[in-house]
């Protein structure tokens, strides 16, 4: 049973461009969630997927950041105009329960975005 | 907002000696994760804690959990170098929506 993939594993952008980022949960997970982590500090809560909704998307910058989880496919965290406060890494995670559950959220390998 | 803190936020140590990780929370909370991250790496599960008095042990780390204190500390006993990690705590909301993160703890384990 493969994990939670992201891709890239490595990201670099120049300012004003758009970066990409995508998030494969682990297989029979239906909700998703994606947190930012800047250097030398925890994680900080972005978004909060299921499929073909939004849940939570209290810790995402209203301007230029989005996110979806499409009926088919990976969800997609997507940065427009990126500054180079954006770089970070951007890690997502998956569980298989509803909100209010015990379960535990599977992390995935991250993506590691660089803002030139 | 829900607050979590965590100490020392970095911690050296001699092989073979104890210590422990305190996390603190601002709020009620009934569960309480721990993950470990290598550098350059992504987190991976330690334990999960889901309610007061809970303790859990893998090897040389001990987990426990006081929910009306709102604390919990990740006991290491007898430290190894392959130990060497950060050490996040992080909580969840009533609804289950997010995990909130402690600060970490940058632990070194040296010879």
């Known amino acids: 049973n493969a994990g939670v993939m992201q891709n890239p594993r490595h990201l670099v952008r120049r300012r004003g461009q758009e970066a990409r980022l995508r998030c494969s949960p682990m297989?029979?997970?239906?909700?998703v969630y994606w947190y930012r982590q800047l250097p030398e500090e925890g994680l900080k809560f972005m978004v909060y997927?299921?499929?073909?909704?939004?849940?939570?998307e209290s810790g995402m910058p209203k301007e230029r950041f989005s996110a979806e989880f499409p009926k088919e496919g990976p969800s997609i965290l997507r940065i427009q105009q990126v500054v180079r406060g954006d770089s970070a890494a951007y890690f997502c995670?998956?569980?298989?329960?509803?909100?209010?559950?015990?379960?535990?959220?599977?992390f995935g390998p991250g993506t590691r975005l660089t803002v030139l | 907002e829900l607050k979590v803190e965590q100490n020392p936020l970095f911690l050296s140590m001699q092989e073979g000696k104890n210590y422990t990780i305190y996390c603190n929370y601002s709020t009620t909370s009934d569960r309480l994760y721990w993950y470990r991250q290598d550098p350059g790496k992504s987190l991976e599960s330690l334990f999960v804690l889901l309610s007061n008095g809970a303790v859990k042990q893998e090897g040389r780390l001990m987990a426990s959990l006081d929910t009306k204190a709102r604390l919990s500390t990740l006991h290491i006993t007898a430290a190894v170098h392959d130990l060497s990690a950060t050490y996040f705590c992080a909580v969840d909301t009533k609804t289950g929506n997010q995990f909130y993160f402690g600060t970490g703890t940058s632990l070194t384990v040296i010879p």
């Open positions: 297989k029979g997970h239906s909700h």
């Open positions: 997927l299921q499929k073909e909704n939004i849940i939570d």
């Open positions: 995670a998956s569980s298989p329960l509803l909100a209010g559950g015990t379960d535990t959220q599977y």
